[in-house]
């Protein structure tokens, strides 16, 4: 026995030693040649190569294989082509036939779909090629048979192809049926009817060939069948399907990429501190887990002791790793580098950020384009049409053909029937946003739908909030200009008064200080001023740091500053003013640094055509700085919630295709009235709930990606709905038989049933182009 029997696979069960590890033939160990010896187990093999394959790594063929978990129950399934199909459990869809798929993708893919279809599809051709080289090898190849075998050779070809039919075709008739029970007939209804059409008469001519009339009968009293088309038919169509099927299940890749960040164990650390490994759907809020360098962060937390840096590349694209230290949150999936991590669970499950950033792609791959309802108005009358045009062709070819007649009418009226693909315009739209929305989530770009893609494209107007989104959003003390005191001491004041605020600006005080070594002492009668600023007393001085109006409040004349106040702020800084004792001590100046990413992407957004306008809360003269640095072409400044919102409707108002980029709370009403709102993923949850492009990494170069992203999207479908437009509009009239008066060409079935299968994997194929967008 020859090596070459590898080829039957592998097995994934625990080896037999009577069977071959490699391959999982039976062997017989008396007449084996080949053998092995590991752990005291003596292994036989069929051949030399499967015994090479196995002594270079044993452990490899005698662990069990892993298989995928069959889908929990409960399972939504959805339609690739139908999203509105939902139902629990597998099927197949009532509108278009096609076999439903989870709603959700799995970590583990499960291929049993796919290795079924392919042995039945083995086995089809099987049955397939006898039936095809009896019936066709003497036209083609010259190969006529004896007379002494016609008889048999047509029983062998009418029994080989009824079971191609009945048994192979029974799927395609189940569904075709079950069309036009809601009448929405589709693919498959086309196709029950040119292959059941066809072997009915084939049936009924090798039966009763004397009810047919003379000119149709041969020498020997015989009528032409088409057994052979029939049967070629239904293989070549399972053909498509097990192709196309395979296709499809790449475009699942990259959330199953995503999926498969999150580690299978956790390492939990018990009460009375002894750690234990459990699965993670053991894990719940609350549990302490240990993340050791080199390990992947299981879910949600919030470090608790500990220091490392972490690889967040897998949500937000970025290549540095980010310090993690006691008190900053983790996210599953997330890669731990160098030190130990202990961190507490908050969330597990579909609540982790992972989660729910794969079911917001999955919701946007089985959402509908725009773009999609062109195909749905040619759907909903395409089959009709194509039925008429096969009557229509039947009829012409019975009246004005040449004999036999009815044979050449038959075989016109079959081929246009089997011809005709409805299922290669239902895949263009919905195969197109499957595989972007996929590579949108591997740049950590997610869109909420398809509609986001598709409008993103048409945007002529991109408006930007000013800090998170154009600036870091984390200000920094950029100048301190003291009035008769010394700046180590003007900053020991603002430090100890700002200490016990939340505020960014108290936060950027205190930073300064302690980085220039300054002791911050403490503060009594802390107050907080909203809107305005912060008093209090440090020893025996009064403090009040805050805007104009809190020096107002207190009664400080801050006269002399105001000069070199404006200035700070038309170089884009915002100014407090520091009063010791109800006189002015200082000016702290603070600027929130633009985000290095913001000029580069900005200028790659203005030469693609877009208005780019800049709506902040901030105060005019720091937004028109901002704005200056990176040549905006309007601002609107001082603007609340309500004027944003306003300011968006207005530029709709104008006719403007308008995208909205913002990350705070303030911006929530302004993102959801947008075109495409575009939500910051280090920004609130609010904004990113509003906005229908989120940006996983905060950075406006996303921007840039997903508006080229959605071009060539939309681009892909164009391409995909104008090659089965054509594919239909010429291959009809040719199955049809319009060159035959010209030229005598005609298009058998058989070749029909082929360009059929492959016009739908030729929409998905275009479709997966877009796995290598940028």
């Known amino acids: 026995m020859s090596a070459s029997c590898c080829s039957h696979g592998a097995v994934s069960a625990v080896a037999d030693p009577l069977k071959d590890p490699v391959?999982?033939?039976?062997?017989?160990?008396?007449?084996?040649?080949?053998?092995?010896?590991?752990?005291?187990?003596?292994?036989?093999?069929?051949?030399?190569?499967?015994?090479?394959?196995?002594?270079?790594?044993?452990?490899?063929?005698?662990?069990?294989?892993?298989?995928?978990?069959?889908?929990?129950?409960?399972?939504?399934?959805?339609?690739?082509?139908?999203p509105e199909i939902r139902q629990v459990g597998p099927g197949s869809c009532p509108k278009c036939g096609m076999a439903l798929e989870p709603a959700l993708p799995s970590a583990d893919e499960d291929n049993s779909e796919v290795h079924a279809l392919g042995m039945r599809l083995l086995a089809l051709v099987a049955l397939t090629l006898p039936v095809f080289v009896l019936a066709m090898g003497p036209h083609l190849f010259g190969w006529p048979l004896p007379m002494s075998w016609a008889m048999p050779a047509r029983v062998i070809d009418a029994v080989?192809?009824?079971?191609?039919?009945?048994?192979?075709?029974?799927?395609?008739?189940?569904?075709?049926?079950?069309?036009?029970?809601?009448?929405?007939?589709?693919?498959?209804?086309?196709?029950?009817?040119?292959?059941?059409?066809?072997?009915?008469?084939?049936?009924?001519?090798?039966?009763?060939?004397?009810?047919?009339?003379?000119?149709?009968?041969?020498?020997?009293?015989?009528?032409?069948?088409?057994?052979?088309?029939?049967?070629?038919?239904v293989t070549l169509v399972m053909l498509g399907d097990f192709l196309e099927l395979r296709a499809r299940r790449q475009t699942g890749e990259a959330l199953r990429a995503l999926l498969g960040l999150v580690p299978k164990t956790a390492r939990r650390i018990a009460a009375d501190g002894s750690e234990h490994d459990v699965a993670l759907d053991e894990l719940s809020a609350g549990d302490l887990l240990r993340v050791r360098p080199g390990e992947k962060v299981p879910a949600d937390g919030i470090v608790t002791d500990g220091e490392s840096h972490v690889d967040e590349a897998m949500l937000t694209g970025e290549p540095m790793p980010v310090a993690k230290a006691k008190g900053d949150h983790v996210t599953g999936g997330t890669l731990n580098q160098h030190g130990a991590l202990t961190m507490r669970v908050q969330?597990?499950?579909?609540d982790t950020v992972l989660s729910r950033i794969v079911a917001l792609?999955?919701?946007?791959?089985?959402?509908?384009?725009?773009?999609?309802?062109?195909?749905?108005?040619?759907?909903?009358?395409?089959?009709?049409?194509?039925?008429?045009?096969?009557?229509?062709?039947?009829?012409?070819?019975?009246?004005?053909?040449?004999?036999?007649?009815?044979?050449?009418?038959?075989?016109?009226?079959?081929?246009?029937?089997?011809?005709?693909?409805p299922c290669a315009l239902g895949l263009a739209t919905p195969m197109s946003i499957m595989v972007a929305s996929g590579r949108g989530a591997q740049a950590g770009i997610l869109f909420r739908d398809a509609a986001a893609i598709e409008t993103l494209r048409d945007v002529d107007t991109l408006v930007f909030d000013k800090t998170g989104t154009l600036t870091e959003g984390r200000p920094v003390l950029s100048g301190v200009e003291t009035f008769g005191w010394e700046r180590a001491e003007v900053l020991a004041f603002a430090a100890a008064i700002e200490r016990p605020s939340e505020h960014p600006l108290a936060a950027a005080v205190v930073a300064a200080a302690l980085a220039e070594g300054i002791t911050i002492p403490e503060?009594?009668?802390?107050?907080?001023?909203?809107?305005?600023?912060?008093?209090?007393?440090?020893?025996?001085?009064?403090?009040?740091?805050?805007?104009?109006?809190?020096?107002?409040?207190?009664?400080?004349?801050?006269?002399?500053?105001?000069?070199?106040?404006?200035?700070?702020?038309?170089?884009?800084?915002?100014?407090?003013?520091?009063a010791l004792n109800g006189r002015l001590a200082a000016m702290l100046a603070f600027t929130d640094p633009i985000k290095p990413s913001a000029a580069?992407?900005?200028?790659?957004?203005?030469?693609?055509?877009?208005?780019?306008?800049?709506?902040?809360?901030?105060?005019?003269?720091?937004?028109?700085?901002?704005?200056?640095?990176?040549?905006?072409?309007?601002?609107?400044?001082?603007?609340?919630?309500?004027?944003?919102?306003?300011?968006?409707?207005?530029?709709?108002?104008?006719g403007r295709k308008v995208a909205m980029a913002g990350d705070g709370v303030n911006d929530a009403p302004a993102l959801a009235l947008a075109d495409v709102g575009i939500g910051m993923g280090n920004g609130s949850d609010i904004a990113i709930e509003s906005a229908s492009v989120t940006l996983l990494k905060g950075d406006l170069a996303g921007i840039a990606r997903a508006r080229a992203l959605s071009e060539a999207t939309v681009r892909n479908i164009r391409q995909n709905l104008f090659f089965a437009f054509v594919y239909n509009a010429v291959g009809v009239p040719l199955a049809a038989g319009v060159l035959y008066p010209l030229w005598g060409i005609t298009l058998s079935p058989m070749v029909a049933a082929l360009a059929m299968s492959l016009s739908s994997v030729s929409v998905v194929g275009n479709a997966l182009r877009l796995r290598r967008h940028g």
């Open 361 to 421: 792609v999955a919701e946007a791959q089985r959402s509908r384009a725009p773009l999609q309802r062109i195909a749905d108005r040619v759907a909903a009358w395409f089959v009709p049409a194509v039925v008429a045009v096969a009557v229509l062709a039947f009829a012409l070819w019975w009246l004005l053909g040449p004999e036999p007649r009815f044979a050449h009418a038959l075989v016109a009226a079959v081929s246009v029937l089997i011809i005709a693909c």
């Open 600 to 654: 580069p992407a900005l200028k790659a957004l203005r030469e693609a055509g877009l208005r780019l306008v800049m709506l902040t809360g901030d105060s005019a003269t720091t937004a028109k700085a901002v704005a200056s640095d990176l040549a905006l072409d309007d601002v609107h400044a001082g603007a609340s919630p309500e004027d944003k919102a306003a300011v968006i409707r207005d530029l709709k108002r104008e």
């Open 160 to 233: 080989l192809a009824s079971v191609v039919v009945l048994w192979g075709g029974a799927p395609f008739f189940a569904r075709g049926w079950r069309s036009l029970l809601p009448w929405s007939p589709n693919m498959y209804t086309l196709i029950a009817l040119g292959t059941g059409v066809a072997w009915l008469y084939s049936v009924v001519a090798f039966l009763l060939p004397g009810i047919f009339p003379v000119a149709m009968q041969d020498g020997h009293g015989q009528i032409a069948v088409y057994f052979e088309s029939a049967a070629v038919i």
């Open 23 to 82: 391959c999982g033939m039976t062997v017989d160990p008396a007449t084996a040649k080949y053998s092995a010896e590991h752990h005291g187990t003596t292994y036989y093999f069929c051949g030399a190569r499967c015994k090479d394959r196995f002594v270079a790594d044993p452990q490899s063929f005698l662990a069990p294989r892993p298989v995928a978990a069959p889908a929990p129950a409960g399972t939504i399934y959805t339609c690739p082509m139908h």
């Open 523 to 578: 503060a009594y009668g802390f107050d907080v001023a909203v809107g305005r600023g912060v008093s209090g007393r440090v020893g025996d001085t009064d403090v009040a740091l805050g805007n104009s109006q809190l020096m107002e409040q207190q009664r400080v004349d801050v006269g002399a500053g105001r000069d070199k106040a404006e200035t700070m702020r038309a170089r884009g800084a915002t100014v407090m003013f520091l």
């Open 347 to 350: 969330h597990t499950g579909a």
